[in-house]
């Protein structure tokens, strides 16, 4: 099953609509790094990736990881590892996925840019937990957490991230 998300940042999945977040700067057909628009397409969903330490494992069809406070993933794009998990610290320019503010309790890793990767194409592409009063992301898609477990049940091999452009 497909998660498909419009210009507006409404999620559709199963029959069912989510109140969603895109990227700050909308939905682009040309994604680069840093730009924070949400890239527009049609890409896999890799896995889905929790914390342990504040949930128990996620239900789905994906594969599941959890997440440990030495993962990150690498955004510099003149890094051999750039948009792939590295561990922490890392010479590279990385994000830290063991964040405080919950995002990232729970994410699903989407295959954007990653096969193959192609630098400054962008980078980090999750649907992941929506911040409180729902501001825009750096170029995620994000639900509600209630709403992301209830997705990522639905999810598993052959499933795609679906983005309209705007």
């Not at 210009?7 to 790094?33: L, N, W």
């Not at 330490?53 to 590892?81: F, K, Q, Y």
């Amino acid at each position: 099953m497909d998660l498909i998300v419009g210009p507006d940042g409404i999620v559709r999945f199963g029959g069912e609509t989510y109140p969603g977040v895109i990227g700050r700067s909308g939905i682009s057909s040309a994604k680069r790094e840093g730009d924070g628009a949400t890239p527009a397409g049609e890409f896999p969903l890799r896995a889905v990736w929790y914390r342990p330490d504040r949930m128990p494992a996620p239900l789905t069809n994906l594969p599941v990881r959890e997440i440990g406070p030495g993962d990150g993933w690498c955004d510099d794009p003149v890094s051999p590892d750039y948009n792939r998990r590295v561990s922490l610290p890392h010479a590279a320019s990385s994000e830290n996925l063991w964040r405080e503010d919950g995002l990232y309790d729970v994410l699903i890793v989407v295959g954007h840019n990653d096969d193959p990767v192609l630098a400054g194409r962008g980078s980090a592409i999750f649907v992941h937990v929506a911040a409180p009063g729902g501001g825009p992301t750096e170029g995620c898609v994000a639900l509600a957490k209630p709403d992301l477990l209830s997705v990522a049940r639905g999810l598993g091999p052959g499933s795609r991230l679906i983005v309209e452009p705007g």
